[in-house]
């Protein structure tokens, strides 16, 4: 399911200050003023802060609703159980959170993922954080939403293993799932299938938003939250144009771009057998394209970029200076960009760990085996 | 009991019954008085309850102390993070909790666990729930303390394949670790040690009890905790001698038993190469000497015995008759014990999923690598 998710919300109206940029400490005070007159908006922003305005937005507090599959109490409760259910693998060793760990930035710090027979991945998982303001899903764009992405991982054979039958299997063998389906997904006749397993999945994933980040409370007008360095690093990022890839309320993931637009990456970075979205459409022009990654909790996201080959943040902002805009930033430009990049970590989500059901006796049991053409990493 | 699960409704509001499937508003209130009158004792209990208490005890609501590791909150904290840290294996892919997990009883339900290089361990996961009260830890007991035990999987090579240098370089080069280690061990040097995350880990894993089970409710004096079949069940494993190696607060843990003392089980379920405690003690006397496994929520934690090979609870049930009684239980017996069993699941433990602090340029990055000597599962 899509989101339905306006760009537009009119951030003026939820209270911004309106002390200019680059002030100290004495300021707190101020800002608080300026909350209280937020109606009057007495004074105006900096020209930074209007024009960060124009370009970004700051999570919400609230997840956004989602077409075709609303949000409910029940249904997030049943999503996080299945998030964190191994059984839906094969080997009933891997989770949704094995490779998307809400400890760790919603992802493994892998370069590529470990799944199922020790099996290495092809990409480097993206975060699930906030997946949600995505555009589509994947580094290609090959899922709309997360309710089909979740669908994915469940099925591939680096990843758990499992199938649509199995899995089905598997949750209508263990008897409280099938009430916590038909509590979330009320009025169905047969409320246990994949889709459903999806969308409730969804529906969590869909909470898993990190509100609060210091560049969220300084574009909210908290002229504190952010220090000189990181505000010379916004403005950086901004002049530079690194915003053409990495705006809006995500800091990316609102479009696709070629990778090495430029100047075409290292092989270790950008892998010659890796054409991105090229696989999804068969476009000549989307060779090596690929979706924008969000840059929100970014610092928390190593290694970077679709191959996973770069653990420095400092690396992969020299990184995309050459490779899509041309420019070799300096080593105080580098540091000011990453500087501002850190200011994009917001609060992580507060999940309490789920009590799973107990399985039955129909319940199919693990399966550790590879298959002998698939070869361990 | 598997009603729990159904508890957690009622904090979203849906409308869900407060009380657990299964039991009555009246049956709520009479648990209630029940727990008021346990210290007086006014009525005097059937000659089984009396029995049961000489030879049981409840889990208590509170942790017991740890000999010279007071547990903190703050200690309890840290080693929660350090529970679920997977940069303290070699991969930054296996934690304490991916085979014992908290969501499942603490176990991984695997027949032995799936380790580094998804090589297979020699014995099954033991639960992490109520561990503290084992006389010791490991099948063997090769380990005194849960202390002792938090060391041996992070170095095992089938397991997290690491090693305390490159544990405590792991912590030191993350800065957040270094200051909850420095509240956790206040007053020393060198807080951040092999030892203390050993100690952290402990100190959490003393949380993790399950207090509230029926049994424990009925033991209390709260006849209605327990079915007529789980009575029945009680009074069978009692006067069949099942006491003798599964009795005292954890229904077992408290002592080494020959596995087969009467008639030897199949190879499949004691495989010969396991000889158990003579490992530990070079004794011939302990060939295939394990220590007693805690039963408590024993339905929650298959599949049984060191072996993992058992799936079902009344086969294990029937296999200790006859390897451990010489005794060929009939299908009733077995049912009203398994019956019985299942009164033995207390309140699972409620944990806070944990952030984990981000990693540094010097930690130790991950390698999944996997010796050429080990063969994959």
């Not at 109490?73 to 998030?83: D, I, Q, S």
Request: proline share 9%; charged share 20%; hydrophobic share 40%.
């Amino acid at each position: 399911m899509r989101t339905r998710y306006l760009a537009i919300i009119p951030m003026l109206a939820l209270g911004w200050a309106c002390t200019p940029a680059g002030e100290t400490a004495s300021e707190s005070e101020s800002d608080e003023a300026a909350q209280t007159e937020t109606v009057a908006q007495a004074e105006p922003s900096s020209p930074l802060m209007q024009r960060a305005q124009a370009l970004f937005e700051a999570v919400p507090d609230t997840p956004p609703e989602l077409e075709d599959n609303p949000i409910t109490p029940v249904k997030v409760e049943l999503g996080k159980m299945l998030y964190f259910e191994p059984r839906l693998s094969q080997s009933w060793l891997i989770s949704c959170n094995t490779c998307h760990n809400l400890g760790l930035g919603g992802v493994d710090l892998m370069d590529t993922s470990i799944g199922h027979g020790w099996q290495a991945g092809p990409r480097n998982a993206p975060t699930v954080l906030n997946s949600v303001y995505n555009l589509a899903q994947f580094w290609d764009g090959r899922a709309a939403d997360l309710e089909e992405q979740a669908k994915g991982p469940v099925q591939a054979s680096v990843e758990m293993a499992s199938d649509p039958e199995r899995a089905v299997q598997t949750l209508r063998s263990i008897p409280e799932y099938g009430e916590w389906f038909a509590k979330a997904f009320p009025g169905e006749a047969e409320p246990v299938t994949f889709d459903n397993m999806a969308r409730a999945i969804e529906a969590f994933e869909a909470t898993l938003i990190t509100p609060g980040s210091p560049f969220d409370r300084w574009l909210a007008g908290d002229n504190s939250a952010m220090t000189a360095v990181q505000v010379e690093g916004l403005e950086t990022f901004v002049s530079k144009g690194c915003t053409a890839c990495h705006a809006g309320l995500n800091f990316g993931g609102q479009g696709y771009f070629a990778f090495g637009v430029v100047q075409a990456p290292s092989d270790e970075i950008r892998p010659p057998g890796d054409l991105g979205r090229f696989a999804v459409t068969s476009t000549a022009a989307d060779e090596y394209v690929f979706k924008s990654p969000s840059l929100r909790n970014i610092e928390l996201t190593a290694p970077y970029f679709h191959s996973g080959k770069v653990w420095s943040l400092e690396e992969a902002v020299a990184v995309m200076g050459s490779a899509q805009l041309g420019a070799v930033l300096t080593p105080d430009e580098i540091g000011a960009i990453t500087a501002f990049l850190e200011t994009l970590t917001g609060n992580q989500p507060e999940v309490e760990y789920p009590i799973l059901p107990p399985h039955t006796a129909d319940t199919p049991l693990p399966d550790v085996s590879v298959p002998t053409a698939a070869a361990p990493h």
